[in-house]
């Protein structure tokens, strides 16, 4: 499918002061395309979620917008540390979130499972010590 | 272009505008363009905020708001203030004595929207209890703040709570009281709200889940704080004075309406960014643990509206001391069960997403529109100076892509150009001497 509109947003390890602004930005770009109702809610929930992750558990990365002519994707890229068992990662519960994303009230265990819970499609793949990437289909309604 | 079709009370003033850049930064709905040196409203978008009316150095940004002589076409005239109205007046103590004064500079009854706060508390109450509602409950109290949701949150506007305002279930009750008291016909009685702010005013010509308003219009707080002024001070007493509840009183500050509706659970916030900022989280289902969200537009809440004369901060402080004075009587139990039958309360039409923020109704023309956007953004300076006469960048692309502007209206782009064509002369002029 052709890809009709693409954005990166670089996203920096521990910046919490930046956080969300990607998320918001995805949101606001969508409801400017005309992407409303479901879709917009699930985007919401599951972009501010990775966006998080990127910002808590990596060393960096990127957000990826892609939009088709029939569906939304998200790319989470990261330069690491990489997942070092994704089934143990995907259980809720399950964090390795630091105190001071703790104290920030993230690190529930909940941000895998709920991305692929608001996620069409959802893929992860991670390599200890590269990083890992995570993409997220979101169908749209036809017509 | 961009003439008013829909009714909006916050207008410009074209004699005054200078066409400076200040208001476009502070508009939450980016509803302000500068074109042809002076500012347009862009109907569509805008939501009666008043945040450009602080801001405009010049005082080009107003508000339309009734006259006391607009009230002379009814054959008898009621004062509906805003609770908000009481903390206008240092020191006073009694709501009764703002209630004498509006009788005394030509209204022939007065009915306080606090009373009508009161009945809405109640109806919320109940309202809150059905499992209808996607949590957190939003209130529908601020005009502002439901606009904002319909142009930027339209996701959230099954969030709302399907209570109409407290000014119009007020309205409601006056009237038909004033009717059965005089003997007289619905169409005889003019019932004008005191407003703190231009929101409510465009609410009452062009009301959100409503065909019409209960109200006839609506007058400028500011506009009567001088008639007002010297008969407040005389402190009248009413014999009659049936007063509302503190809780009701209340509303006229932020977490006024939290607090009579949901104290054990619930998020107030004021200032119309900070709401913003809110909503996002709302949307990103960060906050469904939460059973009700109050948002107030202004700093303050309702004593923080833009056609208020006391600093909002004193404002407030006023209301806190009326109402710790009062009796503790919750709604629930001073509200007469016969009006919650009696009035309609409920919304009549459901919450309908503005659509504006749109580049195309069709899908695909709109990921076009889109594209050509972020084509025209990768050229631009990124400074979101304003001096092409939109809000930022992105807003200038975005004014392209939908045909009103030209990238040459970009003075930096533009000044390239200059330079580039300059070179070239110069290479010509060069050549051509060989």
């Not at chain 1, 995805?26 to 409303?36: C, H």
């Not at chain 2, 607090?259 to 469904?288: F, M, R, W």
């Amino acid at each position: 499918m052709e890809e009709l509109i693409r954005k990166v947003y670089p996203v920096a390890q521990a910046d919490y002061v930046s956080a969300g602004h990607a998320s918001a930005d995805i949101k606001r770009t969508l409801k400017q395309l005309g992407v409303g109702g479901d879709v917009l809610r699930r985007v919401a929930v599951a972009s501010y979620e990775v966006e998080l992750n990127l910002v808590i558990h990596s060393l960096g990365g990127d957000l990826t917008l892609r939009v088709l002519p029939d569906s939304v994707e998200l790319i989470s890229a990261d330069r690491g540390p990489g997942i070092a068992d994704i089934s143990m990662a995907m259980r809720e519960g399950f964090s390795t979130a630091n105190d001071e994303a703790r104290s920030l009230g993230f690190g529930a265990g909940m941000g895998l499972p709920n991305m692929k819970r608001n996620a069409d499609r959802f893929d992860i793949q991670s390599t200890l010590g590269v990083g890992t990437t995570i993409t997220m289909g979101f169908q749209l309604p036809a017509g | 272009m961009m003439e008013q079709t829909r009714y909006h009370s916050v207008r410009l003033d074209k004699e005054k505008c200078k066409g400076c850049t200040n208001c476009l930064r502070h508009c939450p709905t980016e509803a302000i363009r500068v074109r042809g040196g002076r500012a347009h409203i862009l109907d569509t978008l805008c939501i009666d905020c008043g945040e450009c009316i602080r801001i405009c150095d010049y005082h080009a940004k107003i508000a339309v708001t009734d006259a006391m002589e607009d009230t002379r076409t009814f054959r008898y005239k009621i004062a509906l203030p805003a609770p908000s109205l009481y903390g206008q007046f240092r020191g006073l103590i009694k709501p009764e004595y703002v209630l004498q004064a509006l009788r005394l500079i030509g209204f022939d009854d007065v009915f306080e929207v606090a009373r009508g706060a009161d009945v809405v508390t109640r109806a919320i109450r109940e309202r809150i209890k059905e499992p209808r509602f996607p949590k957190p409950i939003i209130s529908s109290a601020c005009p502002t703040v439901l606009r904002l949701i319909q142009v930027r949150f339209p996701e959230l506007l099954d969030h709302v709570i399907d209570i109409r305002q407290p000014m119009e279930v007020a309205a409601e009750i006056a009237r038909d009281e004033f009717c059965r008291k005089h003997d007289c016909e619905p169409e005889d009685v003019g019932c004008f709200f005191i407003t703190p702010c231009p929101a409510k005013m465009t609410a009452i010509r062009n009301p959100i889940g409503q065909t019409k308003s209960a109200l006839d219009g609506a007058i400028s707080m500011v506009d009567l704080y001088g008639l007002l002024l010297p008969h407040v001070s005389k402190m009248i007493a009413d014999p009659d004075y049936r007063p509302p509840t503190g809780y009701g009183i209340g509303w006229a500050t932020t977490r006024g309406e939290a607090t009579a509706v949901c104290p054990e659970n619930s998020l107030a916030v004021d200032g119309i960014q900070n709401v913003i900022h809110v909503l996002e989280e709302i949307e990103n289902d960060k906050l469904s643990d939460l059973t009700f969200f109050e948002g107030n537009a202004c700093t303050g809440g309702c004593v923080g509206g833009p056609l208020t004369f006391e600093n909002n901060y004193v404002a407030k402080n006023s209301i806190r001391k009326m109402v710790d004075a009062m009796p503790k009587t919750h709604p629930d139990t001073d509200v007469p069960s016969s009006w919650m039958t009696k009035y309609p309360l409920k919304t009549e039409l459901p919450f309908e997403p503005n659509g504006a923020i749109k580049l195309d109704d069709n899908l695909a023309e709109a990921m076009r529109k889109m594209k050509r956007m972020n084509e025209i953004m990768e050229r631009l300076p990124g400074y979101d100076c304003g001096s092409c006469g939109s809000p930022t960048c992105r807003a200038f692309a975005e004014d392209i892509v939908r045909g009103f502007c030209t990238e040459m209206d970009c003075i930096h782009i533009l000044k390239n150009k200059l330079k580039v064509m300059a070179e070239e002369m110069v290479t010509l002029a060069q050549t051509t001497r060989e």
